[in-house]
Nanobody
Framework: QVQLVESGGGLVQAGGSLRLSCEAS????????IVWFRQAPGKDRSFVSG???????YYADSVRGRFTISRDNAKNTVYLQMDRLEPEDTAIYYC?????????????????WGQGAQVTVSS
């Protein structure tokens, strides 16, 4: 069982920045791919970014160049640095984990989820 806890959400003006954190309670953290999804009101949950245990990364087109994902295996934590935020980025952001080296952009592939962090970007 893997427990994930997100932190770092909040309210920011368009053009601003936020950093989300996802801390995992698992002994073999390096063996897990960690991903971020987001869900806006009335919309489906969509893939944002993912990082493998070895540090390989993948981004959705909508955030590539603005968001940066990274991980600190010593702290069992993955970070999502979000820059140049837009009102369209407003959503609840969830981190998820899977014991794999492959980043899969489908939410059906992940069994372990955090509780979510609200990100609100005002125009």
């Amino acid at each position: 069982q893997v427990q994930l806890v997100e932190s770092g959400g909040g309210l920011v003006q368009a053009g601003g920045s936020l950093r989300l954190s996802c801390e995992a309670s698992v002994d073999t953290f390096r063996s897990y791919t960690i991903v971020w999804f987001r869900q806006a009101p009335g919309k489906d949950r969509s893939f944002v970014s993912g990082i493998s245990g070895s540090g390989g990364t993948y981004y959705a087109d909508s955030v590539r160049g603005r968001f940066t994902i990274s991980r600190d295996n010593a702290k069992n934590t993955v970070y999502l640095q979000m820059d140049r935020l837009e009102p369209e980025d407003t959503a609840i952001y969830y981190c998820a984990a899977r014991h794999t080296s492959i980043i899969r952009p489908s939410n059906k592939e992940y069994s372990f989820w955090g509780q979510g962090a609200q990100v609100t970007v005002s125009s």
